[in-house]
């Protein structure tokens, strides 16, 4: 029997900032397409989730510029380089993962309360697009979380964000 060596490498800098690019700017326009059937339509869900993907572009920028300090070399006050960039990074979109469920949590209940009426094929034609977003996203750092909590976390946001979105 053959010993085989099977090599992991992280991705090079160039490919993830180019996820981080793709990432945001596809969540980003479904932002703006989020808003707006929401604004169109009235549906304060639609406007309530068009403000929780913002909060996921402002994580994934949160992430891309983590991930970018990390690879600063050292320097005289910094000895160590910036890696816990990446680290602090992953901490502050936790950080805004847990205000966003908060904010949701909240949305929720008020809707318990008092139900509104519900544009049902657009919050699905929307949702469905939201979906594909959410899943393009996450498999865009799939590679990359191996190596990277910082990636990983960006991964497992967005991943969660499609479950959640499916269930829906």
Do not use: C
């Amino acid at each position: 029997m053959t010993a085989h060596a099977h090599h992991h490498h992280p991705p090079s800098p160039e490919s993830t900032s180019r996820a981080f690019v793709i990432g945001i700017s596809l969540n980003l326009i479904y932002v703006l397409v989020e808003a707006w059937y929401g604004w169109k339509t009235g549906s304060l869900a639609l406007l309530a989730d068009a403000g929780h993907n913002f909060s996921d572009v402002i994580g994934l920028v949160l992430a891309w510029a983590g991930a970018a300090a990390a690879r600063l070399r050292p320097d005289e006050r910094h000895t160590y380089g910036w890696k816990r960039a990446s680290i602090l990074a992953a901490f502050f979109n936790a950080l805004l993962l847990l205000m966003a469920m908060g904010a949701l949590t909240w949305e929720a209940l008020q809707r318990l309360t008092v139900p509104a009426p519900v544009p049902g094929m657009t919050l699905i034609w929307v949702a469905g697009v939201g979906i594909v977003v959410n899943t393009a996203t996450a498999l865009l750092f799939l590679r990359g979380r191996e190596h990277d909590l910082n990636i990983q976390g960006a991964f497992l946001h967005m991943a969660a964000d499609a479950l959640v979105s499916l269930g829906v």
